[in-house]
């Protein structure tokens, strides 16, 4: 079972739009990281938040994580067409050693 | 050059045959994973490791086994048991803690 759900599993918006993406998940964590996957390669970190953060920047990426809710957004502004790739949540739930699970992902295309 | 690295990059198996896909990381990272990813799909836990002679089932081990002898490597056995071996498999290292994970560029598994 995938501890991680992303909504919406597919989004497309032109260049300069704000493109935002969220993430749903089961259990307590000690962190949630977001990567970034272009086709066919392996996935790239972007941010890690640890449940005690509620939000957090890197450049134009945004996250913010309510653990009440269990749920994540990555909010990615003034998007360009070389953000266009998959982006996938990930947790380290609490109790659960080093164990990094995945959810489904969203694929972002970005219009010229 | 740090980095992570899988071998081969495609990978051809007929019916029956195991086949053993490489890891090898020298970013001198305790634990080591390896996913699944169908296409257009998330990623999924096969098995992972901490820590060296050390390893535990994810969500999908069933047909897969693996071994972690030397701190920089995981190889990753496809048995014949494994009905539907057809994927896209990713190899990932961290630091223990649930850092951000670093990934190769995958193998693509397919039988003939």
């Known amino acids: 079972s995938q501890q991680g759900e992303e909504d919406p599993q597919a989004l497309s918006i032109q260049e300069g739009e704000n493109a935002t993406m969220n993430c749903s998940y089961k259990?307590?964590?000690?962190?949630l990281q977001w990567y970034r996957q272009n086709s066919g390669r392996g996935l790239v970190h972007l941010i890690l938040i640890r449940s005690n953060e509620r939000e957090k920047h890197s450049g134009r990426l945004r996250v913010t994580l309510d653990t009440s809710k269990k749920s994540s957004s990555l909010l990615i502004t003034a998007s360009r067409a070389a953000d266009t790739a998959s982006y996938f949540c990930a947790t380290v739930p609490n109790n659960a050693g080093n164990m990094l699970t995945f959810g489904g992902g969203t694929r972002l295309m970005v219009k010229p | 050059d740090g980095g992570i690295t899988q071998s081969p990059k495609y990978l051809f198996r007929k019916e029956g045959q195991n086949v053993t896909l490489s890891c090898e990381q020298n970013l001198n990272h305790d634990a080591m994973y390896w996913y699944r990813q169908d296409p257009g799909q998330g990623l999924r836990l096969i098995y992972y490791s901490q820590i060296v002679n050390d390893f535990q089932k994810g969500d999908i081990a069933e047909g897969y086994s693996v071994s972690r002898e030397k701190k920089e490597s995981f190889p990753l056995t496809v048995t014949s048991a494994q009905k539907n071996p057809t994927a896209f498999y990713l190899c990932?290292?961290?630091?223990?803690?649930?850092?951000?994970?670093?990934f190769g560029q995958g193998t693509r598994l397919t039988v003939v």
């Open positions: 259990t307590s964590i000690n962190n």
């Open positions: 990932a290292s961290s630091r223990v803690g649930g850092t951000e994970a670093f």
